[in-house]
């Protein structure tokens, strides 16, 4: 199916492990993001990838990893995880530089880090 | 530093009446401005834009209106509707930078 999907929705894990949240865009979109929602703080912005093999750090890229290898993947990896990282992650794609540039978001993995 | 704004968390108005939802915008570089819709356990959906050349797009009964010398932008809905019920995000787009900046967003009520 055509669009983005994110794996996994719900994520448990401990503070000190790994953790890897998957992103998949059909569209072939060259800009890719991810974002972290919290209450009161809205959608702020951990990385984000202009192409394969180009990614930028946004607002708050500390404790994370992004890698782009292929055009339709964006994971995202917390190397270890900290309580503070609890949150709902979404991916997005768009085509930035093509009129508005809206974005495409999956529709979220929620982590919950113990 | 948050550059986007949204500084009322909430707002609720009756079936049929007007929702205004505001955002607030510290940098002068932004060149597009969106508004996104969001439903509990799904991920936000664009709803309408407007380019920082112009000062009011409108879509329907979505309308948003830009004040730059202000800084300031506006989302107006009429009528509402319960199904408008959703948290509203507003973003902006810099000229410059290849990404996009949100505000903490707003959760319109709208009640029958």
């Known amino acids: 199916d055509a669009g983005i999907t994110q794996s996994p929705r719900y994520k448990i894990t401990e503070t000190g492990r790994q953790v890897t949240l998957m992103c998949h865009q059909t569209w072939s979109h060259s800009y890719m993001f991810w974002y972290r929602q919290d209450l009161g703080h809205g959608l702020r912005l951990i990385y984000y990838?202009?192409?394969?093999?180009?990614?930028d750090k946004g607002e708050v890229p500390d404790g994370y990893v992004v890698s782009r290898s292929k055009t339709e993947n964006f994971p995202l990896t917390l190397e270890s995880a900290t309580r503070s990282q609890t949150s709902v992650y979404f991916c997005?794609?768009?085509?930035?530089?093509?009129?508005?540039?809206?974005?495409?978001f999956g529709e979220g993995s929620r982590l919950t880090v113990l | 530093d948050q550059q986007v704004k949204q500084n009322s968390p909430s707002l609720s108005v009756q079936e049929g009446r007007i929702s205004i939802l505001n955002c607030d915008y510290t940098?002068?570089?932004?060149?597009?401005f969106l508004w996104y819709k969001k439903y509990p356990a799904e991920g936000p959906t664009f709803l309408i834009s407007i380019s920082s050349i112009k000062d009011k797009n409108e879509d329907g009964r979505f309308t948003v209106f830009l004040n730059k010398s202000a800084k300031h932008l506006s989302l107006h809905i009429v009528p509402s509707q319960p199904g408008d019920s959703a948290v509203y995000f507003c973003a902006a787009r810099g000229y410059n930078n290849n990404d996009m900046r949100f505000g903490a967003g707003t959760r319109l009520t709208v009640k029958p």
């Open positions: 997005a794609s768009s085509e930035l530089r093509l009129d508005t540039g809206e974005l495409f």
């Open positions: 940098n002068s570089m932004f060149d597009y």
């Open positions: 990838s202009a192409a394969a093999d180009i990614t």
